[in-house]
């Protein structure tokens, strides 16, 4: 079993920043990647951005919608990545939700956090 439990978001102006971590723990030795997620009232959850569990970082994927905006990393020693969230948008404001893949078992398995609440406001 893996728990991941997300941090970070809050309130913030147009053109602001923010970083939102998530902590995994558990049996971490599971994950093969992690990735971020975001889900608007109303709308699908979307992609944002995702790694591989061993941090490389030609492994990153970004939604065409943030990139050049957003950076994710990895903290391997404390199972943590992370989402550095730069010239932020209203339309940015959503739920971002953790997510951790276990491609080791049939069929692969997708664990979520509970979702940290991003609203960008003036």
């Known amino acids: 079993q893996v728990q991941l439990v997300e941090s970070g978001g809050g309130l913030v102006q147009p053109g602001g920043s923010l970083t939102l971590s998530c902590a995994a723990s558990g049996s971490v030795f599971s994950i093969n990647a992690m990735g971020w997620y975001c889900q608007a009232p109303g709308k699908q959850r979307e992609f944002v951005a995702s790694?591989?569990?061993?941090?490389?970082?030609?492994?990153?994927k970004y939604a065409d919608s943030v990139k050049g905006r957003f950076t994710i990393s990895k903290d391997s020693g404390k199972n943590t990545v992370y989402l550095r969230m730069n010239s932020l948008k209203p339309e940015d404001t959503a739920v971002y939700y953790c997510?951790?893949?276990?491609?080791?078992?049939?069929?692969?398995?997708?664990?979520w956090g509970q979702g940290t609440q991003v609203t960008v406001s003036s």
């Open positions: 997510e951790a893949e276990d491609h080791g078992i049939d069929p692969p398995y997708d664990y």
């Open positions: 790694i591989t569990s061993d941090g490389s970082d030609g492994s990153a």
